[in-house]
């Protein structure tokens, strides 16, 4: 049995530096992270659903409802999105009790982040949770705005 009191103290530690910066430095830090868990399968589930919805960004977030564990939402067709994570936090460190703090969802985001760049190319769209499990609620919530 693997002794995990050694790897969450380590990323405790890691965590309150993480805290402790920028907005736009956990963005960059956890670019690289977000972009790694999403090369191991999600992002060609999104890109599959995306293709078969004829790369249409409405019929897309529309077909997420049919996932068990995902969903979507139309907030302003063509414009504004939702992606959900109904059964919680899926992070593997989450789940396996190495993290439970608020910083992780940056990997969330830039995992999310990257799965747009992939579908979309290099269009103009920003993201930002809307609600988050390690910060108290029942799912995670992030909104997709097109057009920054």
Same mark, same amino acid.
């Given at each position: ?23 736009? *430095?956990?963005? *960059? ?18 890109? /599959?659903?995306?293709?078969?919805? *004829?790369?249409? !960004? ?29 059964? %919680?936090?899926?992070?593997? !460190?989450?789940?396996?009790?190495? $993290?439970?703090?608020?910083? @992780? ?12 760049? /992939? !579908? @979309? ?8 949770? $809307?609600?988050?499990? @390690?910060? %108290?609620? *029942?799912?995670?919530?992030?909104? $997709? /705005? @097109?057009?920054?």
């Amino acid at each position: 049995m693997k002794d995990i009191s050694f790897v969450s103290a380590w990323l405790g530690a890691l965590g309150r530096s993480i805290e402790g910066m920028t907005s736009s *430095q956990k963005e *960059q830090l956890f670019y690289h992270c977000g972009r790694n868990c999403a090369d191991t399968g999600v992002k060609d589930a999104y890109l /599959t659903l995306f293709y078969e919805c *004829q790369k249409d !960004l409405n019929a897309f977030f529309e077909a997420l409802n049919s996932w068990n564990y995902v969903g979507g939402a139309v907030i302003e067709a063509n414009h504004i999105y939702e992606v959900i994570f109904k059964g %919680g936090c899926m992070c593997d !460190l989450y789940t396996q009790g190495y $993290i439970k703090e608020p910083w @992780l969802c940056e990997c969330s985001k830039q995992s999310f982040k990257y799965v747009m760049e /992939t !579908l @979309l190319g290099n269009s103009d769209f920003s993201i930002e949770p $809307i609600c988050t499990v @390690l910060n %108290g609620a *029942q799912e995670c919530r992030f909104r $997709i /705005t @097109l057009g920054k």
